[in-house]
């Protein structure tokens, strides 16, 4: 558990697991002169599947501490709200559904949790997907059944309701079965009309078989944490990505083991292949604006100017 000392001025944190090597780092103090902000920022690194007892001191700390304004969580997201749930004023309804945090911030006295994912996943969607690509039939394989995954099922879920295009068909592997048990429960609980199937696949090899039978154009994406907080990829160097399709990896920095597969097929599959800066982008300016109370737009010219600095300052992300 690292030490954590009262902030001297106006912080918002970083709760994850190597956040030093994070692009935000540089980033914050960029896009905080851009926004007028007078804060800092610092990361809080704990290790996978940490105690409880390390999730609630890290929350009650951000609770007490006058200074201490809030925080962005990834990694621990499930984890920390399970452990601390009863320490949070308040929660918006994502967070209840989900039963995750990824945004912690004050209102007044009061200490609110937000599930950002289906926000920031579905906007990082819409940036890489063209207008209309389902309508051809395309399939999503989500390979990964954590909370990033059931987050972007949730804006998928929305979005059909609202009589929008969506996957044909939506395949979710894991490697463990109580994670595609509990999505399935949400979805249960949601009465979902996607057509979603849910594989348990504890080996590399049995990822690569979901990823043969998609169809044409459709996605394949990243969402185990393999290729950042831990080596690999969630697939073997013999799977075949569909012809005309996407590859998303939900990360931007690490070994992307994930991301170099896909673009070893790139030119010979007509792959389209994204990392998770976009993601990255969304992410961190919706968890300031909810920390900050202040208005930052998902588009337009202001959107792109923190886009560019955040880019120029890392030279996206290297």
């Known amino acids: 558990m690292p030490r954590l000392e009262p902030a001297g001025s106006p912080t918002m944190y970083f709760i994850g697991v190597t956040t030093g090597a994070s692009s935000i780092m540089k980033v914050f103090p960029k896009w905080a002169a851009e926004l007028e902000l007078d804060a800092t920022i610092r990361g809080?690194?704990?290790?996978?599947?940490?105690?409880a007892d390390s999730y609630r001191s890290v929350?009650?700390?951000?609770?007490?501490?006058?200074?201490?304004?809030?925080?962005?969580?990834?990694?621990?997201?499930?984890?920390?709200?399970?452990?601390?749930?009863?320490?949070?004023?308040?929660v918006g309804e994502d967070t209840a559904l989900l039963e995750e945090v990824s945004s912690i911030s004050k209102r007044g006295a009061e200490l609110w949790g937000h599930a950002m994912d289906p926000l920031t996943s579905g906007l990082s969607l819409e940036a890489i997907v063209p207008d209309g690509h389902w309508t051809g039939g395309g399939e999503l394989l989500l390979l990964?059944?954590?909370?990033?995954?059931?987050?972007?099922?949730?804006?998928?879920?929305?979005?059909?309701?609202?009589?929008?295009?969506?996957?044909?068909?939506?395949?979710?592997?894991?490697?463990?079965?109580?994670?595609?048990?509990?999505?399935?429960?949400?979805?249960?609980?949601?009465?979902?009309?996607?057509?979603?199937?849910?594989?348990?696949?504890?080996?590399?090899?049995?990822?690569?078989?979901?990823?043969?039978?998609?169809?044409?154009?459709?996605?394949?994406?990243?969402?185990?944490?393999?290729?950042?907080?831990?080596?690999?990829?969630?697939?073997?160097?013999?799977?075949?990505?569909?012809?005309?399709?996407?590859?998303?990896?939900?990360?931007?920095?690490g070994d992307l083991l994930f991301l170099d597969q896909a673009r070893a097929q790139a030119a010979a599959r007509g792959l389209r292949v994204?990392?998770?800066?976009?993601?990255?982008?969304?992410?961190?300016?919706r968890v300031i604006a909810e920390v900050f109370h202040t208005d930052i737009p998902t588009s337009g010219s202001r959107f792109d100017r923190l886009a560019d600095i955040a880019h120029t300052t890392t030279q996206k992300g290297i």
């Open 144 to 253: 990964g059944a954590g909370g990033s995954s059931l987050a972007l099922t949730l804006y998928l879920h929305r979005r059909r309701q609202r009589g929008l295009d969506v996957p044909a068909r939506v395949v979710v592997t894991n490697r463990r079965a109580h994670r595609l048990e509990e999505m399935r429960a949400v979805h249960t609980r949601l009465g979902t009309t996607l057509n979603v199937e849910y594989v348990l696949a504890p080996r590399p090899e049995l990822n690569d078989e979901q990823v043969t039978t998609l169809a044409p154009r459709s996605m394949v994406v990243n969402a185990t944490g393999l290729g950042k907080d831990r080596p690999g990829s969630p697939l073997t160097s013999a799977a075949v990505f569909p012809e005309g399709g996407l590859a998303w990896d939900f990360n931007y920095r």
């Open 59 to 90: 929350v009650s700390f951000i609770k007490n501490d006058p200074h201490s304004l809030g925080a962005l969580v990834t990694t621990h997201k499930l984890n920390l709200y399970k452990a601390a749930r009863d320490l949070f004023d308040g």
């Open 274 to 285: 994204e990392d998770g800066w976009t993601y990255f982008i969304h992410g961190w300016t």
């Open 44 to 51: 809080i690194d704990l290790p996978i599947d940490d105690t």
